[in-house]
């Protein structure tokens, strides 16, 4: 019975497993290393490739092309599937960025999006949350959660801290989260890590 009881001290005392924590780091464009110069095109639109500072030593790339946005993360990110997955409308990103740590080590990134969901009027916007998995070598999209979904941001880490090492950007299809009545068929570049 003493060593039961002393046993079961022990397991009291020991602390439970670290809960994923958030860190936050901006994302202004200004504030970047060019890596290509920006071009413009027919109608205005530009594009150009970014390097940022993100958390501690992983770097931020970020591109645009035909008014649409692409975002990566670490030393490998422009040759990660990350780098080539957007949405199928136009679209920007915002300036923050939520890094989700396990045991201090960030795992996921969470990025609002803001995306045109009107061919017609392309100020009708959709706001999502985008949650890339941060794995070397394995570097994408885990899901989406509509930004007016109820609690997104808790969604967005929930999704972040469920999936994003366990996911394989080859085998596995993005996880959307959102309101009834949103359509989700086809508004971003699933397939583009099985190319």
Sequence with gaps: MRVLTLLLICFLATPAAAANTSAYTDLI???CRQLTPETSGDE???SGTFRCKGHG???VFF???DLRSFVSFGEDGEGQCAFRQTFSGFNSVGNKIEWRLKNGRPVAAIL???VSYDPEDSAKTK???VVTSLARGNTCHVGYVEGAYPNANAEARKLADTYAGEFNCVMSKPIYIANAGTPTDNIASDDVCRE
């Design 29 to 31: 464009l200004d504030k």
């Design 44 to 46: 205005g639109e530009g």
């Design 112 to 114: 609002r999006w803001t």
């Design 127 to 129: 706001t999502w949350l």
């Design 63 to 65: 591109a645009e092309g």
């Design 57 to 59: 030593s992983i770097p």
